[in-house]
């Protein structure tokens, strides 16, 4: 995954366009972004609010870093609708998300999960999870461990007659 | 990004699937391109067979859940950060994988071990039609638990033979289902629950009870008959619904209710026994009561006895 977009979001529009209203986002670290409506509301659980008239004041997004939160508002943008022309360009855009090869960019897919999964958005959350999805698949379960930094509790007894018992899983 | 493995929309494909004679750590499977398949397990063990094929073969088990709270302990003790993610976001992950590397995900801790086989049963095949279960095992597991059918276009199931855990739960969840057949040959039938089935044009119950339950009296007999009664309580709601019971008198017992007509059928109710009277009382609650009653009343007087009728009426 590439950098991170910086907390540009606040500046995007807010002078322009008086008819579309801002809402304010402030993550759990404090940092404060100010997002238009029509691109927030791609979080359902942010829709819901607005829907209940209940997104008047700064919202609070739990359990969300400022550095999570920028790089959510930025997926956003790129989602909506008319900002990116073709299908195509979207696609390699979204590719950044597909390897996740480096611990930093582990960490990264983790954080927005955990984002995706509060603020309920759809098209984050599949992304991310096909990443993990595919950095799993093929693996073997001592090259999980160590890919995801798992530590087994199982005694070597127990594990062995597990992979006996199921042989099928473990050949190629 | 490179997948060698099928990807979810493999089971979008698929229209028809029948699972014959699956056990636990079966895959029921969708094939790319296919668009009906069938599992057919006649000779267990039958495990490696089944997933020789398994690179091809999509998901998903007949696995039993387990209860969610034997985990919560474990969970602080991990550190990991993938575990540590929630519960959804993992089955979401799991479901998103081919059957082999679900599974092997079982083996990298304690918290992990049954990670694999949670998720709604068949709801990731987008659309299938067309389900039969066909002798199928739930084993493995120790706890009441809900066994969850819901495709998301579902027409027609058939659960024939379906051998779950006692107080197993086979809970359907299908806005688009419209026929149930549901056979059955056990010592007790399942419990069921239906959901958001509100398409439902036809469900037809047909108990084959082994003749050792009941020619057994006492308790093989009575559990029987309060399986049925549990059951029928839990389906009296539906419209559309028959039950027939054969083995128990000679020209068996059928139950037949059909609101549009507002009719109720009894068949071969001369010889039924006083406890089966009970089952037929929890479907017709509520609706044909007088009929009920009449047709009760005739029975009894033809049994001679004239207390019957009055007695079981006031259970309703």
């Not at chain 1, 950095?135 to 379960?141: D, E, H, L, P, V």
């Not at chain 2, 059918?149 to 379906?162: E, G, K």
């Amino acid at each position: 995954m590439s950098t991170a977009a910086t907390a540009d979001a606040s500046s995007s529009g807010d002078t322009t366009e008086g008819s579309v209203r801002l809402l304010t986002l402030q993550s759990e670290d404090g940092e404060v972004f100010e997002v238009k409506e029509t691109i927030a509301t791609q979080s359902v659980t942010i829709k819901g609010m607005v829907d209940d008239d209940c997104a008047t004041s700064t919202i609070p997004v739990c359990n969300v870093t400022g550095r999570t939160l920028a790089m959510v508002i930025e997926w956003w943008n790129k989602h909506e609708i008319g900002a990116v022309s073709n299908e195509k360009e979207l696609k390699e855009w979204e590719s950044q998300f597909d390897t996740i090869d480096d611990k930093s960019d582990r960490d990264d897919v983790y954080d927005l999960l955990m984002a995706a999964n509060y603020l309920n958005i759809p098209t984050l959350l599949d992304c991310c999870t096909s990443a993990v999805a595919e950095a799993i698949k093929g693996k073997s379960t001592d090259e999980m461990r160590e890919f995801f930094d798992i530590k087994s509790d199982f005694d070597e007894k127990e594990e062995d007659a597990l992979r006996k018992e199921n042989q099928w899983a473990f050949e190629n | 990004m490179k997948s060698t493995y099928p990807k979810r929309v493999c089971t979008s494909n698929l229209t028809k699937l029948i699972g014959q004679h699956c056990l636990r750590g079966h895959c029921i499977a969708g094939i790319a391109d296919q668009p009906e398949y069938s599992l057919f397990n006649r000779n267990p063990p039958i495990q490696e067979r089944l997933h020789i094929r398994s690179n091809q073969i999509y998901r998903s088990t007949l696995l039993a859940s387990y209860p969610m709270d034997s985990t919560k302990q474990l969970k602080l003790m991990k550190t990991d950060r993938l575990s540590n993610l929630p519960e959804p976001i993992i089955f979401h992950i799991l479901s998103l994988m081919d059957i082999k590397s679900a599974f092997r995900t079982s083996l990298l801790s304690n918290e992990w071990k049954f990670h694999w086989t949670q998720f709604n049963f068949f709801s990731s095949f987008l659309s299938l039609e067309n389900l039969s279960l066909i002798d199928c095992f739930v084993t493995d597991c120790w706890k009441v638990f809900n066994f969850e059918i819901s495709a998301p276009r579902l027409v027609c199931l058939t659960i024939s033979n379906f051998n779950i855990y006692e107080l197993a739960r086979i809970v359907i969840s299908s806005t688009t289902l419209k026929l149930f057949n549901l056979n059955d040959n056990s010592h007790h039938p399942p419990l069921l629950r239906m959901e958001n089935c509100q398409s439902l044009v036809r469900v037809n119950i047909d108990l084959f009870p082994p003749a050792t339950t009941l020619a057994r009296t006492g308790i093989f007999k009575e559990t029987y008959i309060y399986h049925v009664f549990y059951m029928t309580t839990a389906l009296r709601y539906l419209n559309p619904l028959r039950v027939s019971c054969t083995s128990l008198s000679k020209e068996g017992f059928l139950l037949y209710k059909n609101t549009q007509a507002t009719e109720i059928k009894f068949v071969a109710l001369k010889e039924i026994e006083d406890e089966w009277l009970l089952v037929a009382l929890s479907m017709v609650h509520g609706l044909g009561l007088d009929q009920l009653a009449t047709k009760l009343h005739e029975n009894s007087k033809q049994k001679g006895s004239d207390q019957l009728a009055p007695i079981k009426l006031q259970l309703v």
